[in-house]
């Protein structure tokens, strides 16, 4: 069974940073995209960042101010450092994957989520 559990999230004021972090566990064989959606109230899930292979991919709304990284140690683990946040940030954070396990193919795992909240 894989897990995917997000860490990282808090309260923080417009201008300031956060580092969210997302370990896949489980008994995975390959991890081909890793990434970051939102969902804030009364709004759809979108897209924040994604990674493959070392290339990502951002929202118009937060390039030039997050990054997404990978961990070149533990390669489960994918990283989004939020800066000069804004409260319209103000979202549930879902790390997503795109991988395969030693038992079945290649298939998208959410976390669980976690709030960012970004206000004076």
């Known amino acids: 069974q894989v897990q995917l559990v997000e860490s990282g999230g808090g309260l923080v004021q417009p201008g300031g940073s956060l580092r969210l972090s997302c370990a896949a566990s489980?008994?995975?064989?390959?991890?081909?995209?890793m990434g970051w959606y939102r969902q804030a109230p009364g709004k759809q899930r979108e897209l924040v960042a994604v990674?493959?292979?070392?290339?990502?991919?951002y929202a118009d709304s937060v390039k030039g101010r997050f990054t997404i990284s990978r961990d070149n140690a533990k390669k489960n683990t994918v990283y989004l450092q939020m800066n000069s946040l804004k409260p319209d940030d103000t979202a549930v954070y879902y790390c997503?994957?795109?991988?395969?396990?030693?038992?079945?193919?290649?298939?998208?795992?959410w976390g669980q989520g976690t709030q960012v909240t970004v206000s004076s």
């Open positions: 997503n994957a795109k991988l395969s396990t030693y038992a079945s193919q290649s298939a998208y795992y």
């Open positions: 489980g008994s995975i064989f390959s991890i081909n995209t």
């Open positions: 990674i493959t292979s070392g290339v990502t991919n």
